[in-house]
């Protein structure tokens, strides 16, 4: 059991998420009738066909499959899966409601908080001063990817929402952090959208040099990302933005 986990959670952290779903679904399809075990067997074949459904739900929702996503996390019935379901009705659905329903439930997840601060993009009721404390309590690479990602978001709600300079120079710091703890080794499509963001901070800034730079590092790790799962397909518009973002800079500096 934990095996079929461990591997679709590489190949998830590697951005193969085509395979990963071709995987989930074999794996599923070789858990037989559960009916055909004793209860407290049943019990944990249950719960790893719940985490192969979530998994699978990730992977939808990395694709912008977002009806399957939905349907995998909701048939899964888990914290991880309204974990997902709390970030598409944040940054899909627009939501609310449903958001902060999930945070009532679970109030010290991670991913949920993190889907909070991804609605902020989008709400007038959450300040500034309300996203910094949320990356500072569940920020950092002790709280896993979300810990992450929060940090990262926390700095897109500083930069689409920049009241000053200040707020902007904030802004990069925040991305700047996310990409150092993201590493070298894996989260291409993570670390790729992060340096293209870095890229339009500093563009806004008027720093047209370090803009080229985090461009080019953008459009390269979406290259990777592509070439690791050439199946998805937004993978492959957002390598073409970086692209073409790379080929603007370039002309205007």
Known sequence: ??????DLKKLYDAGEYSKCIEEAVRALADIVDLHLFEAEEAEKWREVRNE???????CYYKMQRYPEAKADATEANTERGDELLAQIA????????ALDRFRLKW???????NAWVTSAFNRTDVSHEDVRAAAKFFGGK????AGVNIIRNAGVFFFKNSRSQADLEEAGRYIQQAIELWGTGASFDHRASAHGLASEVQEKLGKLIPALGEAILSSDLWSVACERDPKNQAFSE??????DR???LTDYI
Request: cysteine-free; aromatic content about 4%.
């Open 1 to 6: 059991m934990a095996k079929i986990i461990d």
């Open 52 to 58: 192969i459904r979530v998994r699978m739900a990730w």
């Open 90 to 97: 944040a940054s899909v659905d627009k939501d609310f409601k």
């Open 107 to 113: 109030p010290g997840n991670v991913g949920i908080a």
């Open 142 to 145: 002790d709280k896993g990817r």
């Open 238 to 243: 957002k390598r073409k933005k970086a692209s």
């Open 246 to 248: 790379v080929r603007r």
